[in-house]
């Protein structure tokens, strides 16, 4: 797997480490294998977290209104991360693990 089915503005989930289940936001690209990601509350947008996509299960939620935000390098606040994660709390359904193909 590597980033290019990823989306700026997708809601993934951490499969591994400390932080392993918790929904975070992609709000940035780094290369074929990371991205950064941000929850709002203990990963906000100005600390965002570095993860390697094999680590991640990808949900087919992409916010497309922080999609366009992030694509044009527009301030971003932790409120609207944290009301994309809160709206995929209620249909967040997985669409494939980072690790396969």
Avoid: C
Wanted: glycine share 8%.
């Amino acid at each position: 797997m590597d980033t290019q089915r990823l989306r700026l503005g997708q809601v993934v989930s951490s499969r591994a480490g400390r932080d392993s289940g918790i929904k975070y936001v992609v709000i940035g690209i780094i290369d074929d294998k990371h991205v950064l990601v941000a929850n709002g509350h203990n990963r906000p947008v100005s600390k965002p977290k570095k993860k390697n996509v094999r680590h991640l299960l990808i949900h087919n939620v992409v916010d497309q209104s922080l999609e366009a935000q992030l694509s044009t390098k527009a301030r971003i606040d932790d409120k609207s991360i944290l009301r994309v994660i809160e709206e995929t709390d209620s249909f967040g359904n997985l669409e494939r693990q980072g690790g396969e193909t």
